[in-house]
């Protein structure tokens, strides 16, 4: 493509996008901007390490380590949390930055136009408008809507019958699919435990952890006594956790592997709930948001639920997900996302909270699929 086509196209898209933000400002949100560069230290602190390989990262004299910003989520939140009024509505058009790890079609650079939601009135009503508008808004695409809650999932590792730091280490890895099964499988002792652990678990035993340190000689490295001490300490208490009832594994399969229509999967859930309590809050709250778009003339029988939709997306999504796909082209992304991040604003509202819903549009994938 030349540099006068790629301009074209990109003044293409930003009409796209321009029509989806008008669109959003006739629902009733108020346009904001985000800076480009945004402090490195908010996002590692929220997502970990794991952020640095997707984002382009760069050192500012002043405010230290940078990022481009990978979307506009969090610095929305930030705003919102300073200052905003509650309710309140956003909208938003811009570019953000994400490293690809192979040459290909998907740019670096692109565009995203979103739409936020923070009202504590009635989380299950605003969680409908903010799909229903999606739906309204793409349904010329014909497009297929996948849904899935976070909050299900969590509130099942919640509500295991195991230790404390099993339970936090299940729920850090819920959006690392293969790392929570192999920690599902060996703390439901269907897998033998990692062969360097065990040769450690092995050598230190039961023994006091005084008298490891004493018999360890100098230290090396950065970490101290204590730290080494609350290490062996975790390694020995997780030693001695029994396993996970076999039951309780099953039920989590059945749940991870739940796919079906939202009403079936409603009354599939119902099920595990009586098995599993932890589970009947969050499966109410899903019963009032089909009752919810129902009442706003989707058409909730022919609705996917996943109950693993949302594992591989940003970490900040706690409760209701969604997203729209073109299923004639499976070589792009998905043409919108979105969810439910209510733990997100206690994080940046430093012990303020709201609950907060919202999603993004992606006009260049939009734009490609209305030139189909």
């Excluded at 480009?36 to 230290?64: S, W």
């Excluded at 940078?66 to 969090?74: G, H, I, Q």
């Excluded at 739409?115 to 010329?140: K, T």
């Excluded at 594992?311 to 082209?329: I, M, S």
């Amino acid at each position: 493509m030349s540099p006068v086509q790629a301009s074209l196209e990109k003044a293409r898209i930003r009409a796209e996008a321009e029509g989806f933000l008008a669109a959003f400002r006739q629902a009733g949100a108020e346009p904001v901007e985000a800076d480009i560069l945004q402090p490195a230290e908010i996002l590692l602190d929220l997502y970990g390490e794991d952020i640095r390989g997707r984002a382009y990262v760069t050192n500012d004299p002043l405010r230290g380590e940078m990022m481009l910003r990978p979307d506009f989520t969090v610095p929305v939140v930030q705003m919102h949390m300073a200052e905003g009024a509650d309710p309140a509505r956003y909208c938003y058009l811009g570019e953000v930055f994400r490293k690809q790890e192979h040459r290909g079609t998907r740019p670096a650079e692109f565009l995203q136009v979103g739409y936020e939601v923070f009202d504590r009135a009635a989380p299950s009503s605003a969680d409908a408008e903010v799909f229903a508008l999606f739906a309204d808004l793409l349904a010329p695409l014909g497009l297929r809507a996948a849904t899935g809650d976070m909050g299900i999932l969590t509130a099942a590792v919640a509500g295991l019958r195991t230790s404390a730091p099993r339970k936090a280490a299940l729920m850090r890895h819920i959006w690392r699919p293969r790392r929570f099964r192999a920690l599902l499988d060996r703390f439901g002792g269907r897998a033998p435990v990692p062969e360097l652990r065990a040769r450690m678990l092995a050598h230190i035993g039961s023994a006091p952890v005084e008298t490891l340190l004493d018999q360890a000689g100098p230290f090396i490295g950065l970490r101290g006594a204590g730290e080494i001490a609350a290490r062996v300490a975790q390694l020995q208490e997780d030693a001695a956790t029994p396993s996970l009832a076999q039951g309780e594994v099953d039920l989590l399969d059945d749940l991870l592997n739940l796919r079906d229509k939202s009403p079936a999967a409603l009354e599939r859930l119902r099920d595990l709930a009586v098995d599993m309590p932890s589970l009947s809050p969050a499966v109410e709250r899903m019963e009032m948001r089909l009752a919810a778009l129902d009442a706003r003339g989707l058409d909730v029988a022919a609705l996917d639920f996943e109950a693993s939709y949302g594992r591989t997306t940003l970490e900040y999504y706690d409760g209701f997900v969604f997203g729209f796909y073109a299923e004639t082209r499976p070589d792009l992304p998905p043409v919108a996302t979105g969810g439910r991040y209510d733990a997100l604003t206690r994080v940046l509202g430093q012990g303020r909270s709201i609950p907060a819903v919202g999603g993004i549009i992606r006009p260049a994938i939009t734009a490609v699929l209305r030139g189909a």
